[in-house]
């Protein structure tokens, strides 16, 4: 049996030695991660670049509007339209003017007064694009029903039976505020025959 000759002294320099070994060691993985990372990050790069040339080079490239060649005079001034294809075989494209100003617009002291002429412009203004549409709450509608309980009389009835109607056919037309040029559901429009 050995006897045991007690504790192992480690002195400092040794300490220091272990120390500094495995800071290195750290330090090495560390930098092994980051090389790792980097050259990832690089392929992604890469792959981004490459999906977006591709998707940039597969995009279809919209020619824009086609503009009419006839130029519309008004008593504001001359006004230029766009033609629209209709895809069918039974219709010719149409010449479109949208968004042709009528009054000046009814801002400040113009509102909840008559439509004010609208002053001239210069040159030729392109009619291409629908004004924005005014946003509308459908929140009226709810009332009808509250309002034909409001009297007994007739004329209250009769008043609220025109607001009813009139809301309904509001209602398909401009509802939400978005640029479509055809509002109705497919399920308001007319049958083929009424037309």
């Known amino acids: 049996m050995r006897a045991h000759n007690g504790p192992t002294?480690?002195?400092?320099?040794?300490t220091d030695h272990w120390r500094n070994q495995h800071q290195q060691l750290q330090q090495r993985q560390l930098r092994h991660q980051a090389i790792r990372l980097g050259g990832l990050l690089q392929g992604c790069h890469f792959w981004l670049v490459i999906v977006t040339v591709i998707g940039?080079?597969?995009a279809p490239v919209g020619a824009g509007p086609r503009y009419s060649s006839r130029i519309v005079e008004t008593k504001s001034g001359a006004i230029?339209?766009?033609i629209l294809e209709l895809h069918s075989k039974y219709l010719e494209p149409?010449?479109?003017f949208k968004a042709v100003p009528y009054a000046a617009p009814p801002v400040g002291n113009l509102r909840f007064v008559a439509p004010k002429k609208l002053p001239p412009w210069k040159g030729t203004k392109?009619?291409?694009?629908?004004g924005p549409v005014c946003p509308?709450?459908?929140?009226f509608i709810n009332?009808?029903?509250s309002c034909e309980q409001l009297g007994t009389g007739n004329c209250?009835?009769?008043n609220c039976r025109s607001i009813e109607f009139l809301c309904l056919v509001l209602v398909g037309m401009v509802d939400k505020p978005t640029h479509r040029e055809d509002r109705l559901v497919p399920a308001q429009k007319p049958p083929q025959s009424a037309i």
Do not use: K, P
Not at 9 to 14: A, E, G
């Open 80 to 82: 230029r339209g766009v």
């Open 156 to 158: 209250v009835r009769d």
């Open 9 to 14: 002294i480690i002195n400092d320099h040794q």
């Open 136 to 139: 509308q709450s459908n929140s």
């Open 56 to 58: 940039l080079a597969a």
């Open 126 to 130: 392109l009619a291409d694009t629908f």
């Open 94 to 96: 149409v010449e479109v």
């Open 143 to 145: 009332r009808v029903q």
